[in-house]
């Protein structure tokens, strides 16, 4: 059974840093890209990055550009997404999710991690 | 920046059909999917590449596309179908776009 399980959301102030985590389970996970996707409270799903297979390419929504990096270890089956100098508009639930097959679409979704950027 | 137009709202009674669009300039060249979350729970693809259904997803679910504008049909609409609905594609550039969401009521 495939499980995507994130981890390292919570309380961060402005300006501060976050690394979520996103185990992965019941796939070959070096042979997926990967994606994380964000919903601010109340609001609708925001495509945040992407990283390919072997983690040799990156991309990122504009809004995130230069802040945030996504990475993995594909050793221990983990997704990453190292966030830095956050703000309150990136306060949301983040998901990790598995893309399909290079067609950037979402097959498997993980429960989301909420971050809260707020003094 | 590229974006994907949804309504807000449906609703529908149950046993009816519901049909939820979604417009965008490059969907005539670029796939569709649509994804159904329900409250507190992470979203669930229902159709991918504008049409095709996942297994384990209901055949009353299915997708169309014409032109800019790509459909979301649910036949036969249940109580458990109360969700919000949300369209997705890319852009030129590849970057990922999701519609702003739907929200199907069934009364």
């Known amino acids: 059974e495939v499980q995507l399980v994130e981890s390292g959301g919570g309380l961060v102030q402005p300006g501060g840093s976050l690394r979520l985590s996103c185990a992965a389970s019941g796939f070959t996970f070096s042979s997926y890209w990967m994606h994380w996707v964000r919903q601010a409270p109340g609001k609708g799903l925001v495509w945040v990055s992407r990283i390919n297979s072997d983690g040799s390419s990156t991309s990122y929504a504009d809004s995130v550009k230069g802040r945030f990096t996504i990475s993995r270890d594909n050793a221990k089956n983990t997704l990453y997404l190292q966030m830095n100098s956050l703000r309150a508009e990136d306060t949301a639930v983040y998901y990790c999710?598995?893309?399909?097959?290079?067609?950037?679409?979402?097959?498997?979704w993980g429960q989301g991690t909420l971050v809260t950027v707020s003094s | 920046s590229y974006e994907l137009t949804q309504p807000p709202s449906v609703s529908v009674s149950p046993g009816q059909t519901a049909r939820i669009t979604c417009s965008g300039d490059a969907l005539p060249k670029q796939y569709a999917y649509w994804y159904q979350q329900k409250p507190g729970q992470a979203p669930v693809l229902v159709i991918y590449?504008?049409?095709e259904r996942p297994s384990g997803i209901p055949e009353r679910f299915s997708g169309s596309s014409s032109g800019t504008t790509v459909t979301l049909t649910i036949s036969g609409v249940q109580a458990e179908d109360e969700a919000d609905y949300y369209c997705?594609?890319?852009?030129?550039?590849?970057?990922?776009?999701f519609g702003g969401g739907t929200k199907l009521t069934v009364l």
């Open positions: 590449k504008d049409s």
């Open positions: 999710a598995r893309d399909r097959g290079g067609g950037d679409y979402f097959d498997y």
């Open positions: 997705q594609s890319a852009d030129s550039s590849g970057t990922v776009v």
